[in-house]
């Protein structure tokens, strides 16, 4: 049974930091063998990718809108995985949630990640005011 448990979302106000934590467990191969992101999602419209980091670590990937302001990592020996918000925006507001993408792959030396099929935790909310 997979088990994932976001937290660290807040109130913040505009050009402020929060750090997103993700525990799992569960996880088919196991936390160090998988592929993880963050997604996260505004009502009323779709969810999107955030961010995704390979299984070791090495490779990431950022959506257009939080290049050079959220950096993703992650622990394996604690099976936790990170997002550093910096500089936070109004629409960055959103849930954000922490999942297994369901493909991942690198092309032209990029690296780029799909939408998960299942979200197994509740999210962590994180509101930016102006």
């Known amino acids: 049974q997979v088990q994932v448990v976001e937290s660290g979302g807040g109130s913040v106000q505009a050009g402020g930091s929060l750090r997103l934590s993700c525990t799992a467990s569960?996880?088919?191969?196991?936390?160090?063998?998988?592929?993880l992101g963050w997604f996260r999602q505004v009502p009323g419209k779709e969810r999107e990718l955030v961010s995704c980091?390979?299984?070791?670590?090495?490779?990431?990937n950022y959506a257009d809108s939080v290049k050079e302001q959220f950096t993703i990592s992650r622990d394996n020996s604690k099976d936790t995985l990170y997002l550093k918000m910096n500089n936070l925006k109004p629409e960055d507001t959103a849930m954000y949630y922490c999942?297994?993408?369901?493909?991942?792959?690198?092309?032209?030396?990029?690296?780029?990640?799909?939408?998960?099929?299942?979200?197994w935790g509740q999210g962590t909310q994180v509101t930016v005011s102006s």
């Open positions: 999942a297994q993408p369901s493909r991942s792959y690198y092309s032209g030396g990029a690296y780029y990640c799909g939408l998960a099929r299942h979200y």
């Open positions: 569960g996880l088919g191969s196991g936390f160090a063998s998988v592929v």
């Open positions: 980091i390979s299984a070791d670590g090495a490779s990431t």
